[in-house]
């Protein structure tokens, strides 16, 4: 039995109940699953990255959104933070490929999804500073990966005490059970990105008004972890708070059944030129990072 004193964050795998929530549910938290000292020691790193090219002002998309007519979702505050965002960050900086591939994540995820082996997607930083107006729009996180299968998730691990007020991640509870894929937005903003094809992600708050989906919302502290499946329909609310940060590292991770299928207009990473409609994804670009023991 691994322990956090290996140095990799481990704290514990997900017990078989919760294993049962993610199938069900398409979303699970997984309370004290990894060292929040661990995870906590991810702070210079993200910090470093805030003013990175690799980094978008999403904050800056939403005001030009707004500039030019578009719907953008905002609520009013008084004070005006910032979210800023970016993927890919394990290509560059070995301390968050560090964190996606060789620390005790991937074994949590892939005991989740039931698979032999786990490729790492990509990861994401995502930071609503007190007083983000910005609320990240209801979506799939398939609509934007150049996949297909069933063993697809992405967990999002805070590095803050996250709750509703703060920005707290949203999840239409058993929307992933559905076959449905829609349009990829503009993540602020409910407009589709220009170029993709399907039908445009309905208006879930609506629909929840109406008794017809749940929404469910966890608060978290480090250590704790959420996992969505990749057709879960989530969003995450502006950072109504004055003076909490809401910093978190988001992981897609994706397991046996996966094969590259490419969508229409979805953003493109460079390696998907050198691979074909129904490839493996292992290979540099989406590594394996774990295997199940025999
Ligand atoms: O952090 C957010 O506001 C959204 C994150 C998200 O949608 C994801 O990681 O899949």
Request: net charge negative.
């Amino acid at each position: 039995m691994r322990t956090s004193a290996s140095g990799d964050g481990f704290v514990r795998l997900p017990e078989p109940a919760e294993i049962e929530t993610f199938w069900a549910d398409g979303v699970v938290v997984l309370r004290g699953v990894l060292d929040p000292a661990f995870v906590l020691a991810m702070d210079p790193a993200v910090e470093m990255l805030l003013d990175q090219p690799e980094m978008a002002d999403l904050s800056g998309l939403g005001d030009a959104l707004a500039h030019d007519g578009q719907p953008v979702l905002a609520d009013s505050t008084t004070t005006r933070g910032r979210f800023v965002s970016g993927v890919d960050h394990w290509r560059i900086h070995p301390e968050f490929a560090a964190f996606a591939r060789e620390s005790a994540v991937p074994a949590i995820v892939g005991t989740l999804l039931r698979t032999t082996k786990l490729n790492l997607w990509e990861d994401s930083v995502l930071v609503k500073e007190p007083g983000t107006r910005e609320r990240t729009a209801w979506h799939q996180d398939l609509s934007y990966f150049h996949v297909t299968g069933r063993q697809l998730c992405t967990t999002w691990i805070p590095l803050d005490p996250t709750d509703a007020t703060s920005g707290a991640m949203r999840f239409a509870r058993g929307s992933h059970r559905a076959s449905d894929v829609y349009r990829p937005n503009l993540f602020v903003s409910t407009m589709a990105i220009p170029g993709t094809e399907g039908e445009e992600v309905p208006d879930i708050d609506a629909l929840a008004a109406a008794g017809e989906v749940e929404i469910v919302q966890y608060d978290l502290g480090p250590g704790d972890i959420s996992v969505h499946h990749a057709g879960t329909l989530h969003a995450a609310g502006a950072n109504t708070t004055s003076d909490r940060r809401r910093r978190a590292i988001s992981i897609r991770y994706c397991g046996d059944d996966a094969r590259y299928h490419f969508r229409p207009g979805a953003p493109r990473k460079a390696h998907h030129a050198r691979v074909a409609e129904g490839d493996l994804l292992d290979g540099p670009d989406c590594p394996v990072v774990w295997r199940a023991s025999a």
